[in-house]
């Protein structure tokens, strides 16, 4: 999908106005529709609060993604990284076991 569709989902997914939206990032709802209907391009900075302000990726916004991430998940992931090496490697090995379970319990059901 277009930048401008990925936007209008996001922003319809988080029951925003075209209005609200562009309140939220500094600008005008008409300029927030001709980003919808791909007829201009935001800058990389109204792009960036547009994407903070739905809480998806930039890679979302412009369709390197089509997975919408949950933010508080990635803040989790960023302070994983920041953990010792020893201390990532256990949470990696919990995730693994914690998904290869899941995904058992997903084939068998």
Sequence with gaps: MSFGENVALARKRKKLSQDELAKKVGTISVTIGRYERNEIKPSIEVASKIADTLEVSLDYLVGKSDIVLDKSL??????????????????????????????????YS
């Design 74 to 107: 990635v803040k989790k992931i960023a302070d994983i990284q920041k953990l010792p090496q020893e201390e990532r490697d256990c949470v990696n090995k919990m995730l693994e076991a914690f998904l290869r379970d899941f995904n058992a319990k997903k084939a």
